[in-house]
């Protein structure tokens, strides 16, 4: 079945507008009269406007031509640009249908080692990206950037409370699993129930507090190159910078950080879909500012994507390589730095590594974690990292 049954063309009045030629959306191919062929491109463009699962939301569904509006004016960055925007996808009769179709579309494209980005919706069209990679029969990590963990309790009555609260929960629970690991940027301890931290801890997953993210934007940055989808809810950016959200929050994420994230995201080669949702044009400003900040977000996932490096042989000359010796087990760690690059990878035991493919026992690590080995300690994210795979 072709996929542009399930599409709707992108309306004129979005781009009818756009003159000079050396902006995005002249350099795009864009679902106007013919569909793009999605095959050939290296990233696709997807917009979402299914709203059911957010309580109060409607104006959800408007936000993925208000934010082509921002892009589409931006200038085209380096690389090859061969992007395509698929249009607007048709909602489900139900939700469980729309997240099906999202599904069918992410797997497609993935398939076609074509990256989807998905803008607008609610948050739990997620867990329709999410089920795009159970084909491919390797474990999986999820970045989710959110000022919630959405994995609220299910209530007495459940019906009066909406997927986007507990759309994580769907996640976790799904059969069959093929999560590795969850990290979650981003969250602010006083909208968190106190227990769901220690919850995700027991799992052996990763939860930031936007404090430590705050302190150190860069020490995220081995976070995020583990993932390979990026699910992020607008409610992480404070919302001075981001007020198009119906949770929005005075604190968070500043729009700067926000794109810092997305280039880190975009340049991580093992990252293959992206989600940025639950924008609502009506409690945006009058300057439409989140769809602006999305628009240069989405700009510098796709800028880092250009700029990926591809490194993988770590017995190549490209890498340094480091032998640890240290007092206890495991005796010894390996790291990898790359000479270009300069990103930092060590080796951790793992009776799955047959499972984890291309991953293989080799996680991405920082400097710090080299040099408290040094010190004849085990760092704290080869512990974290080896309980994860057993």
């Known amino acids: 079945m072709s996929l542009s049954l399930f599409f709707r063309p992108v309306d004129a009045s979005v781009y009818e507008w756009v003159s000079n030629r050396n902006t995005a959306f002249k350099a795009m191919e864009v679902y106007t009269d013919e569909f793009p062929n999605y095959a050939e491109a290296d990233i696709a463009l997807i917009g979402i406007g299914e709203h059911r699962g957010s309580e109060f939301n409607e104006g959800i569904a408007r936000a993925a031509d208000t934010i082509r509006q921002a892009f589409y004016r931006l200038k085209k960055g380096s690389g090859a640009y061969r992007i395509v925007d698929l249009g607007n996808l048709v909602d489900g009769h139900s939700l469980e249908e729309t997240y099906g179709r999202v599904r069918e579309v992410c797997e497609t494209l993935i398939s076609y080692q074509t990256f989807p ?47 986007s609260q507990h759309h994580l929960h769907k996640i976790l629970m799904h059969d069959p699993n093929y999560l ?15 227990e769901v931290p220690g919850l995700l801890d027991k799992f052996y997953f990763d939860a930031y507090r936007l404090g ?10 081995p976070v995020i190159r583990s993932a390979d989808m990026l699910s992020f809810d607008i409610s992480a950016i404070k919302s001075a910078d981001a007020p198009g959200h119906a949770r929005a929050q005075p ?6 950080e926000a794109c810092q994230l997305c280039w880190y995201a975009g340049h991580s080669e093992r990252l293959t879909s992206a989600g940025f949702y639950e924008y609502n044009p009506d409690f945006d400003d009058e300057k439409q500012t ?16 250009y700029h990926r490096t591809y490194e993988e042989d770590f017995e190549s000359n490209d890498f340094i390589k480091y032998l640890v010796p240290l007092p206890v087990r495991p005796e010894q760690i390996t790291f990898y730095k790359a000479k270009k690059s300069e990103k930092w990878w060590m080796e951790v035991p793992t009776p799955q590594a047959d499972r984890l493919k291309e991953r293989k026992s080799i996680v991405p690590c920082d400097p710090s974690d080299y040099e408290m080995a040094t010190k004849g300690e085990l760092p704290d994210r080869w512990i974290q990292t080896q309980a994860k795979y057993l």
Not at 129 to 151: F, G, H, M, N, R
Not at 180 to 187: I, K, P, V
Not at 290 to 305: H, K, R
Request: glycine residues 8%; charged residues 15%.
């Open 251 to 256: 604190f968070g994420l500043t729009g700067q």
């Open 290 to 305: 989140t769809a602006s900040v999305l628009a240069i977000m989405i700009w510098y996932l796709i800028e880092g994507y």
């Open 117 to 163: 980005i998905l803008i607008g919706g609610s948050h739990d069209v997620d867990y329709g990206q999410y089920q795009a990679y159970e084909t491919l029969e390797k474990l999986i990590t999820i970045l989710s950037v959110d000022a919630y963990i959405d994995i609220e309790k299910l209530t007495d009555s459940p019906d009066t409370q909406k997927p």
């Open 180 to 194: 590795l690991n969850y990290s979650h940027l981003g969250y602010q301890s006083y909208l968190v129930d106190a």
């Open 212 to 221: 430590l993210v705050n302190q150190s934007i860069t020490s995220m940055e």
